[in-house]
Structures are given as structure tokens and as C-alpha cells.
């Protein structure tokens, strides 16, 4: 099973609150190092963090990356982009283009690029961190692209574990962070979703459903289309 212990983590959107748990968590489960990575790093008070520049939509970023941080075991692909409307026909093309950026082609190439590294030790692992919105289209640009994580992700799993890659998918609702300020409803607190990927990832788990929300989503795109979106039916009527 994959372990957290002696593991070589780095983490995308290390600043954000999410990111923040990812890094500390980590080494709280005996990583011996993690990459903290961001457009523009910040200061860590533990030697064992090493802040690391990323900007996962440029790819000289991305291949710099993973020159500094070849010794990585575990990669986490956290980093995440909200449009400003969650509107397909209102919000503009360079936001729809500037959000599959983020969500989707960064996510992609990232693990592309890593995936020399990963493949070359044993019992590696890639999270991918989706979110109930790649099977609820509640978030325009943001929903599909997170849809298409998911298929991507699911590709990579096929593709990564014949050569020893554990690859870990993470879909939730609202997490209590800034970028869910806007959110009314129930938030799950960040430090609860890490350790629930955490205890997924060791656990050799492929998919987190880290909330019942995200439980009765997923259940659901087996029924009828009108039953995950009820108002459809008052436009047939």
C-alpha cells in the first residue's frame, strides 16, 4: 500500500487553505520532505518545506519544476481556478480558456511531465483533486472542467498502475476556504478533506467521496438526467 511515510511530496496551491493542510499534513504522517508550490511561494517555518515556484498553465514552469523537485514520491494536484461566472454563455472565452488552463491542462501536463519520476520508484502516487462539480454541471466552465480531470484522471490511473503508480481521484462539495466564500450551505473544514484523502491514499483507495453530498451526486448519474436536475422537468411541461 501506498505510505506517506518517507514519501517526497509536492504539493500545487500550497498557500490556499486546502494546500496549507496537504503540505503540514504530510509531514505530520512522516514525509521526509514536501515541495510547497504556488505562483508566488511563501515563507515556511519548517526546513522539511521547501518553497518551490509553479505555475502549472506555463510549461517552462512546469518543466523546472521538475527538475528541482526529482526526487519527488507523491504529487498532489490541488491547485484550482473559479471563473467569475458560474454562466457557459455569459462569462467571456480567455475565461473559459483561462479555467481549463488551470483545472484541466495544468493538472495534465503536470502529471505528464512527473510521470518519469513517478514511474522509477516504487509505490508512488498522484492525487488528483476534483470536485463534486465534474458530475454536477452547477459551475459552468468550472464543472466541465473538472469533468474533464476526472476522465483524464481515470485515464492516467490505466495508464500509470501497470508501472507501479497509485493514482487517487478526490471529488467534494464546498470546502471552508476563501474560494467558497461566496458559498451559502454546508462546508466541510479543510484539515477534515486531507486527512480524508490521506487516509484514502494509504488506505489504496482509487476515488474519494468526501462528503454525502458527493455520495448521493455520483448515485445519481446512473438515473435519468431530469432527476439530477429537476428543473428540467418544468421546462417539458
Known amino acids: ?40 511561494p511563501r515563507t515556511w517555518d519548517d526546513e522539511r518545506i521547501v518553497p ?23 504529487l ?8 467569475p461566472s458560474a454562466s457557459l454563455l455569459d462569462v467571456t472565452e480567455a475565461d473559459i480558456r483561462a479555467n481549463m488552463e488551470t483545472n484541466f ?16 520508484k516504487p509505490e508512488s ?3 488528483d483533486v476534483h470536485s463534486v462539480a465534474s458530475w454536477y454541471a452547477f459551475g459552468g466552465i468550472y464543472s466541465a472542467s473538472k469533468a474533464a480531470l476526472w476522465s483524464a484522471t481515470n485515464s492516467l490511473r490505466i495508464e500509470l498502475a501497470p508501472k ?9 462539495g464546498y470546502v471552508d476556504t ?8 454546508p462546508k466541510m473544514g479543510p484539515a477534515q478533506l486531507v486527512t480524508t484523502v490521506y487516509d484514502a491514499v494509504e488506505a489504496g483507495e482509487y476515488e474519494v467521496l468526501a462528503d454525502e453530498l458527493t455520495a448521493q451526486v455520483k448515485a445519481a448519474l446512473s438515473g435519468p438526467v431530469e432527476a439530477l436536475y429537476p428543473d428540467l422537468r418544468s421546462t417539458n411541461a
Not at 15 to 23: A, E, S
Not at 105 to 120: C, D, H, K, M, Y
Not at 164 to 172: N, R
Request: aromatic residues 4%.
Open 178 to 185: 476563501p474560494m467558497a466564500a461566496h458559498a451559502d450551505g
Open 1 to 40: 500500500m501506498p505510505s506517506l511515510n518517507g514519501a517526497v511530496v509536492l504539493v500545487t496551491g500550497a498557500n490556499g487553505g486546502i494546500g496549507t493542510h496537504f503540505v503540514h499534513d504530510a509531514l505530520a504522517r512522516g514525509a521526509t520532505k514536501v515541495y510547497a508550490t504556488a505562483r508566488s
Open 125 to 127: 502516487v498522484l492525487v
Open 76 to 83: 498532489i494536484s490541488n491547485a484550482g481556478a473559479n471563473p
Open 52 to 74: 518551490l515556484t509553479l505555475d502549472v498553465t506555463d510549461p517552462a514552469s512546469i518543466d523546472a519544476a521538475v527538475t528541482a523537485a526529482a526526487d519527488v514520491t507523491v
Open 105 to 120: 491542462f495544468g493538472p495534465v501536463f503536470l502529471a505528464r511531465a512527473f510521470a518519469p519520476i513517478l514511474t522509477a
Open 164 to 172: 507501479g503508480v497509485h493514482v487517487t481521484g478526490v471529488h467534494m
